[in-house]
């Protein structure tokens, strides 16, 4: 698994190839960003950005990681019954 510094220098990267006009209305985008692992596979991490605003200017966060190690596996579920 990587890093969270590894995972987010690839999102501000992605984010820079967008123009000024397709980031201009937004307030928060989010990426899937799939990096080579040693094994010689890929690992896939989705990145969620908010832009904050301050002193007139505007600048880009990162809010959330999700890394799908740390996901959990839902809980089973009762035949038959609504959740």
Same mark, same amino acid.
């Given at each position: 698994?990587?890093? #969270?510094?590894?995972? =987010? =220098?690839?999102?501000? *990267?992605?984010? &820079?190839? @967008?123009? +000024? $006009?397709?980031?201009?209305? @937004?307030?928060?985008?989010?990426?899937?960003?799939? @990096?080579? %692992? &040693? %094994? $010689?596979? &890929? #690992? *896939?991490?989705?990145?969620?950005?908010? *832009?904050?605003?301050? #002193?007139? =200017? &505007?600048?880009?966060?990162?809010? %959330? /990681?999700? *890394? +799908?190690?740390?996901?959990?596996?839902?809980? +089973?579920?009762?035949? #038959? =019954? /609504?959740?």
């Amino acid at each position: 698994m990587h890093t #969270d510094e590894e995972i =987010k =220098k690839e999102g501000f *990267r992605l984010l &820079s190839e @967008l123009t +000024p $006009g397709e980031l201009e209305t @937004l307030t928060e985008i989010d990426f899937e960003v799939v @990096l080579k %692992n &040693s %094994n $010689g596979g &890929s #690992d *896939r991490y989705t990145i969620f950005f908010e *832009r904050g605003f301050a #002193d007139e =200017k &505007s600048d880009w966060t990162v809010r %959330n /990681i999700i *890394r +799908p190690d740390k996901l959990q596996d839902p809980e +089973p579920k009762e035949d #038959d =019954k /609504i959740e």
